[in-house]
């Protein structure tokens, strides 16, 4: 049973960084796509994306340069960083599977979501 396990989040002023954790259980990260998707006021939208079985990643265009999603080796554990945190990030943050793997923004499974406001 795939379960997604979000954590981190909270308050972050603009301009500031934040991290957040997904802990994944059910699978192997080694041979599926995990990544983060948000929802907020413009809707639901694909953030990042890690392809296990090669390491390449993919980020949507307004976080490219400012987020970076990684992978703990050995670990079903990817984190996502931002840094210069912007008004336009406040959103509900979800841990998310990648059927197609990070060609497409599609998503099965996802975890619960953790929020991420922005604000002085």
């Known amino acids: 049973q795939v379960q997604l396990v979000e954590s981190g989040g909270g308050l972050v002023q603009p301009g500031g960084s934040l991290e957040l954790s997904c802990t994944a259980s059910?699978?192997?990260?080694?041979?599926?796509?995990l990544g983060w998707f948000r929802q907020g006021q413009m809707g639901r939208e694909g953030v990042a994306c890690l392809?296990?079985?090669?390491?390449?990643?993919r980020y949507t265009d307004p976080v490219r340069g400012r987020f970076t999603i990684s992978r703990e080796r050995g670990k079903n554990t990817v984190r996502l960083q931002m840094t210069n945190v912007k008004a336009d990030d406040e959103a509900t943050y979800h841990c998310?599977?990648?059927?197609?793997?990070?060609?497409?923004?599609?998503?099965?499974?996802w975890g619960r979501g953790i929020q991420v406001r922005v604000a002085s």
């Open positions: 998310t599977t990648f059927p197609e793997g990070c060609r497409e923004w599609s998503f099965d499974y």
């Open positions: 059910g699978f192997d990260l080694d041979y599926y796509s």
């Open positions: 392809h296990g079985p090669s390491g390449s990643r």
